[in-house]
């Protein structure tokens, strides 16, 4: 099976400016949670979608959003980008099968976002 | 809320030195609990893992953890450490079945010097 994979690998923005950063998990995972890396602040929670619905969210801003489609694939947005925002954005999947069965999350190699 | 915690943020080793990082976890209730390793310019790969049984669980390349729950404990253990070990390594856990959202500790630099 291929992994998960994110696009776009690198992404330079301005302050101000809004950016939407795409996931596509492993085949027949329906569970895709997004992580924020930075060195200061280390992997930070950002929120997780499941059947196209979000099911956990971590303390981020409402800057910070997030949708899933019927194919599973998710997407991120952050709007009005601040210099704080610049990071590693680190998409996971996880088939997240029925209650009982426990399950791990598999990441993809993130999108580098730099924030000028 | 959960929280975790790693106790050494950089280890310098020797290769076939042993390795032991630790890591405690705060969390009342079932948890899951996994080791992450990040290879320079490489993405979060899966070391090991624990949900239950066994409490000393294996992973890829010879490393183990032990888990002790009455010490909330979850350490990484590797008995002779390879230069290619050279990396970051993160200890995370979750709760219940629910493995969308994970606590991550803050990470481990592990060098191993030839």
């Known amino acids: 099976k291929a992994g998960v994979t994110q696009t776009p690998r690198y992404l330079i923005k301005t302050r101000g400016q809004q950016v939407t950063l795409s996931c596509s998990p492993i085949?027949?995972?329906?569970?895709v949670s997004w992580y924020q890396q930075t060195p200061g602040q280390g992997l930070q929670f950002l929120f997780e979608?499941?059947?196209?619905?979000?099911?956990n969210k971590g303390n981020f801003p409402g800057r910070f959003s997030g949708r899933q489609f019927s194919n599973s694939r998710s997407e991120m947005n952050v709007s009005t980008l601040e210099l704080g925002d610049s990071a590693l954005y680190l998409c996971a999947s996880s088939p997240s099968r029925a209650s009982g069965v426990y399950n791990e999350q598999f990441f993809g190699p993130g999108t580098r976002l730099t924030v000028l | 809320a959960q929280s975790v915690s790693q106790h050494n943020h950089h280890v310098i080793l020797s290769e076939a030195a042993s390795l032991e990082l630790g890591c405690n976890y705060s969390y009342g209730g079932t948890v899951n609990l996994f080791w992450y390793v990040q290879y320079p310019g490489q993405h979060l790969q899966l070391l090991l893992k624990y949900f239950s049984g066994d409490p000393l669980v294996k992973g890829i390349k010879g490393f183990e953890a032990e888990f002790i729950k009455s010490k909330f404990s979850f350490n990484l253990r590797k008995p002779s450490v390879q230069w290619s070990d050279t990396a970051e390594y993160f200890c995370a856990v979750n709760a219940g079945t629910n493995a969308g959202k994970s606590t991550f500790g803050d990470g481990t630099t592990l060098t191993v010097k030839p």
């Open positions: 085949s027949g995972h329906r569970s």
């Open positions: 979608y499941f059947s196209e619905t979000q099911r």
